[in-house]
């Protein structure tokens, strides 16, 4: 975590997207004073959602105080699989499990972002699967509290997410905007394909015009999930990362 | 292929779905007289398609040439990758590779069928993702000659895949229907992870249900592409094709 910090500060990226459990095996409070006083703001926590499990209410209000004490405005959610075979009463699940928690993250000014993981994770990870269901089940709510999160990785292959960006933009729910690029052959679980921005097939400067566009002047996380650049070290990553970034979106 | 072809009449399935591998391996004009022999019919020949392959124009009317010596009905179009970071313009690639192939098919009396695949498999084996986009790219020409291939596997996580069934059925498009079953953890490469049907997640009732309901009178071709069930004796896994197919969607 210190690394991570540091490292931010000195590449000049300006916020940093945290996950629950490196938090926690750094310490909440630690890591919540890291971050603070080294002036790097924390602009979400990964994750919430799994509404599955057992647990799913108090973890998910477990969550949203960490994004509080973090001071992250937005906790992601990953939804959950199907869990047997009925898609559809899975997917009204997370609705009415998100509509649960929408007073909690209210009250702790927590903004539950939805997230559209890519259809090859739905029977396992996440029943929604395109933006524009994200859309559907955050309808019911303000968008203060709950919004969507754009995940190139995920979205990219769907030819109506141009439609569906314009529509976050236009009931100001894009919370999170997140860049990560395609690569093949895809490993073994298709949890750990991810390439540094500008390796794979996606056309990310498309994405980020789009977000732009649609009126969205948030942060811009980039995602990598790769054993072999997790072997890297961080710093060589992360200088890797914004050179790709930038090659691949322009300065913005 | 003679133990496949014995193992269907034995078995008392009415049909079988040929690759052209197998089927180029075993002798085209050889298979085509040991299944009308036998009194099974080639209910399709997969596959034609990955329009970006220099050869491709010269390869598909092969493929559709090998498709009426075999008496099959249907060319399964794999349309092919992406090849880039122009999603557009590869979809728009295989409209134009598609119609420049209509007259060849109609000749032939071949219906080439598009096949949406997973988009898992964007990037690298087809572009067209999802029904809504093979009925799209099929619309401009005659039922008779471009029809859309529904394969549970692919389009299962799609929320619009009813509505677009039913759309197909209107347009008599429904030229394959492909029973095949998802199951996790995916392997790597993402092509060998089919399980027999009723092993996976997939609803495959409510499909067949739903192609009846849309007026599809013809054969339903079950896949099983996966290592383990590979190494099986034939008869066992053609024995437990038919028992979860009976187990999923019934006598038919």
């Known amino acids: 975590m210190p690394e ?11 916020g940093v997207g945290l996950w629950r459990e490196e938090t926690a095996a750094y310490g909440l409070r630690r890591t919540a004073e890291l971050c603070r006083s080294a002036g790097l703001p924390v602009t979400s926590l990964c994750r919430g959602g799994f509404f599955g499990a057992d647990d799913w209410y108090d973890d998910n209000r477990r969550a949203i105080d960490e994004a509080a004490e973090l001071g992250a405005p937005v906790l992601v959610l990953v939804s959950g ?8 009463g899975a997917r009204a699940r997370v ?3 998100v509509g649960r ?31 524009g269901q994200a859309l559907d089940l955050a309808e019911p709510y303000p968008a203060q509290a709950v919004g969507v999160v754009v995940d190139t990785y995920h979205v ?7 439609a569906q960006i314009e ?5 100001g729910r894009i919370a999170c905007f997140q860049l990560a690029d395609w690569i093949t052959p895809l490993p073994a679980g298709v949890l750990l394909g991810r390439g540094l921005p500008g390796s794979g097939c996606i056309d990310l400067g498309r ?25 890297r070290p961080g710093a060589q990553v992360l200088a890797a990362t914004v050179a790709g970034y ?3 979106v322009g300065d913005r």
Do not use: K, N
């Open 4 to 14: 991570l910090v540091a490292g931010c500060v000195a590449a000049g990226v300006r």
């Open 81 to 88: 699989g199907q869990d047997g075979r009925d898609l559809d």
């Open 95 to 97: 609705g009415d499990a």
């Open 101 to 131: 928690l929408v007073p909690y993250a209210l009250q702790a000014g927590v903004t539950l972002a939805i997230e559209p993981l890519h259809p090859m994770f739905c029977a396992d990870r996440c029943v929604v699967s395109t933006l």
């Open 156 to 162: 990219w292959w769907d030819d109506q997410v141009w």
């Open 167 to 171: 529509r976050a933009g236009r009931a």
């Open 207 to 231: 994405f980020a015009t789009a977000v732009d566009a649609a009126g969205y002047t948030g942060p811009v996380e980039v995602e990598v999930f790769h054993e072999l650049v997790w072997q």
């Open 246 to 248: 930038r090659s691949a």
